[in-house]
């Protein structure tokens, strides 16, 4: 690892910063990082300007506070030329790193590598030189900035010592927002003359930093690690939760992850309340008053404290929620403030809890009944909009009622599921089984590039999120019986929301959906439909996913029993609170990816589930490692990196019928691997990797050996996961023979990545 100054950046130091420069230009208002591609390198000698040039592609980041340029690309080529063009030098780095926090640029190495032209002479060009008056063309080439001297040419060859990162040294020309021009203090003397010119392209970035894992701590701790990851403590609200004990974190937004959130950002949490009875106001205020009634005080004061209650009861029975509001605040107060002297401390905090959920029931009435309809909620700055169903006899004082998230596929929305729509066909109409069992909630994703409305892994967790916030403050509801189920792009998503909320959700039922993720958190109700006819969503890919699910809940994929309906069958023994049902189904509409003609028996499916609180802990005898099948073999596949591309933080292989080219519009046949290291991901390179992959069992329809096309996805920074977006994200086809499931797969040729289009 080297270690160079915050005033000198992969090889480029700034005498002096931006930030006096920036003062100027509108759009800089805010400091932040700005994205450089290298243009020109121009360099200068006594006999006039020698015209020099870089290799297109090379990038840097700018950091106007620091006044510092790093270069993030691991090789960069200057060529002067010098009468005939000759390669003098190039530098190459890897894994360059600003660290703002230490004012340091480190680096995983760095190398400086000679080209023809030194050898010509007799010389190291690495080391630090300036080009004496007796070379042999009697030019000179000052770099009078650079600390150290070095004669080339004739006789006079001195050696300098090897470059390091920090021992270039300019000052700022130019920058307007769009361009940036860097010259050496012999250049801005003498343009042309003397010493070195480098052009850049700008273009704002920002740097994105790892979400912290803070679910399970208290709220100090959790505050402590968002501050400490270079992020912001976003709102912090309360609720209460059947099994995360009262004081810690929930649930967080944004989840846990590496570099994915924009430095700065604003992380929202969730404070446990402890657990809350789904019992009607008059039984949690008779469970109150049993409980008051146990603790052993002063008969005086427990008279006092239950005539409080005895107050609050009486207002309720008379619909005057405001004042039983006020008695249940005061109530409350005088527990707290009894706590440790009269009213034991744990007792006091159960019995705080209590008021504050009948609080939270009787304030939600307070505004009426809420209506069914179309709302809107600000999400991530962005306002969107979704369909909510609230049953006709809803009450804050009545039993609470399941919650029922519904996802439409690519290019549909809410309409999908309202009448007439193309999921109400006799037998298909979730929404009229559902009635007024459930408050059914669904949202509308939003259009891509494309115009097409698509759920999207960037942004739409957070909106998931937002909802269940705006549910908790409006509504009253069962949280131990929160259901998702969508088809196609929806049913991706609901496998994905299961997996990454298992310890909030009860059950999923995705339709035509498979699952991208390959570890999950909690326990959750599965039930899988896919029609063995879909050409969109081809059964294969969904039988990774299925197996996946019944490995994770604990069962074995060889025992089952019928299911819910024909022709589904139930993977558990009947005791599990967790069953997984795979409905394998015969439907041929919209090429066989059409919503389940058997809708009706999701609701049956997920109505009739068992109690059970959402938990971080996996099912019984299941979990990630046992859901996680070996790799059976390797892929071999070299990569062609365009010199525009940004920064890459993910590869994924997955296979699509031989022939297939962009663009695309069907899921992959098959994901290999979508969890690729890219490494260094170097603009205008090529690399080759070997990683692990799962080959597909054969059948009829994919058999094997066989040829298929292989796609190379290049996850770009701002881009989407797992659906590409468009112009961003990178992607490249080539096919290859696939001969079993052992054999490595070796592609042929270099995938040549393009924008997705």
């Not at 189920?485 to 991706?492: E, V």
């Not at 589904?568 to 409905?583: H, L």
Request: proline residues 7%.
């Amino acid at each position: 690892m080297m270690t160079a100054r915050a005033s000198t950046v992969a090889g480029i130091g700034l005498a002096v910063g931006l930030a006096t420069l920036l003062a100027g230009w509108p759009l800089a208002a805010a400091a932040g990082e700005y994205g450089l591609e290298l243009v020109r390198i121009s360099a200068g000698s006594a006999n006039g300007t020698v015209a020099a040039a870089s290799l297109e592609g090379t990038e840097f980041i700018y950091d106007d506070v620091a006044g510092t340029v790093s270069q993030i690309s691991p090789s960069t080529t200057a060529v002067f030329r010098l009468g005939p063009v000759t390669h003098l030098y190039s530098h190459q780095f890897s894994g360059a790193v600003f660290d703002v926090a230490g004012s340091a640029i480190t680096a995983a190495s760095y190398a400086c590598l000679e080209g023809g032209f030194g050898a010509v002479v007799g010389a190291s060009l690495c080391g630090n030189f300036t080009f004496g008056a007796d070379y042999s063309n009697d030019s000179t080439l000052n770099y009078g900035s650079i600390p150290g001297t070095r004669s080339v040419g004739g006789d006079d060859v001195a050696l300098g010592p090897q470059q390091q990162l920090g021992d270039y040294a300019a000052a700022v020309a130019l920058f307007d927002g769009t361009s940036l021009v860097l010259e050496s203090p012999a250049w801005s003397t003498h343009p042309g003359g003397a010493g070195l010119q480098l052009e850049f392209r700008v273009s704002a970035i920002t740097l994105r930093v790892a979400a912290p894992e803070i679910r399970g701590l208290d709220e100090p701790a959790a505050g402590a690690a968002i501050v400490g990851a270079g992020l912001t403590v976003g709102t912090v609200t309360r609720a209460n939760h059947p099994s995360v004990p009262a004081g810690a974190v929930v649930s967080q937004n944004p989840s846990a992850c590496d570099a994915c959130v924009p430095a700065g950002s604003a992380v929202h949490f969730v404070i446990s309340l402890g657990p809350v009875t789904g019992a009607a106001v008059p039984d949690l205020l008779d469970r109150l008053d049993r409980d008051l009634a146990a603790l052993d005080m002063h008969r005086w004061l427990a008279r006092l404290l239950r005539d409080d209650l005895r107050r609050v009861r009486q207002a309720v029975q008379r619909h005057r929620n405001v004042p039983a509001l006020v008695q249940l605040r005061w109530f409350a107060w005088k527990v707290a403030w009894l706590s440790g002297r009269m009213v034991p401390a744990g007792d006091a905090t159960r019995l705080v809890a209590q008021a504050e959920e009948i609080t939270s029931r009787l304030r939600k009435g307070l505004s009426g009944p809420p209506r069914s309809g179309m709302r809107e909620i600000l999400s991530q700055g962005v306002r969107r909009s979704y369909h909510i169903d609230i049953p006709d006899d809803y009450s804050v004082t009545g039993e609470p009622r399941p919650v029922l998230f519904m996802f439409h596929g690519t290019g549909g929305s809410h309409l999908n599921f309202m009448p007439g729509g193309i999921y109400t066909a006799d037998g298909a109409d979730l929404r009229r089984k559902v009635g007024n069992d459930a408050i059914m909630v669904i949202p509308d994703a939003l259009p891509g590039e494309d115009g097409v409305n698509q759920w999207n892994f960037g942004y739409d967790f957070a909106f998931f999120q937002d909802l269940m916030k705006q549910l908790q403050h409006e509504l009253v509801f069962d949280s131990r019986r929160i259901f998702a189920t969508g088809h196609s792009s929806g049913a991706g998503f609901v496998h994905e929301l299961g997996c990454r909320h298992g310890d909030m959700l009860r059950g999923i039922a995705p339709a035509s959906g498979a699952l991208v993720s390959t570890s999950c958190t909690g326990s959750i109700a599965v039930m899988q439909i896919q029609s063995r006819n879909d050409t969109v969503v081809f059964p294969d890919i969904v039988k990774a996913t299925h197996d996946f699910w019944v490995l994770y809940n604990g069962f074995d994929l060889d025992t089952s029993r019928p299911g819910t309906t024909n022709p589904c069958i139930d993977y558990s023994d009947g005791s599990s609170p967790y069953p997984v049902q795979w409905c394998f189904t015969d439907d041929t509409g919209h090429g066989g990816h059409q919503w389940w003609s058997k809708a009706d028996a999701i609701w049956d499916f997920l109505a009739t589930l068992p109690i059970a609180g959402p938990t971080t802990d996996h099912p019984p005898g299941g979990g990630n490692d046992r859901a996680h099948g070996a790799a059976d073999t390797t892929l071999t596949f070299t990569v062609a990196y365009p010199g525009t591309i940004g920064p890459v933080w993910r590869l994924a292989a997955v296979l699509y019928p031989a022939g297939t080219q962009p663009p695309v519009f069907t899921s992959p046949m098959w994901f290999l691997n979508i969890d690729i290291d890219p490494g260094a991901a170097t603009p205008g390179t090529q690399q080759t990797y070997t990683v692990p992959v799962r080959v597909f069992e054969p059948s009829a329809a994919t058999p094997l050996p066989g040829t298929y096309a292989v796609s190379i996805a290049a996850y770009v920074t701002g881009g989407g996961f797992p659906t590409p977006v468009a112009g961003i994200d990178h992607m490249a086809f080539r096919d290859a023979r696939i001969v079993d499931q052992a054999t490595p797969v070796v592609v042929d040729g270099v995938f040549d990545l393009k924008p997705v289009p």
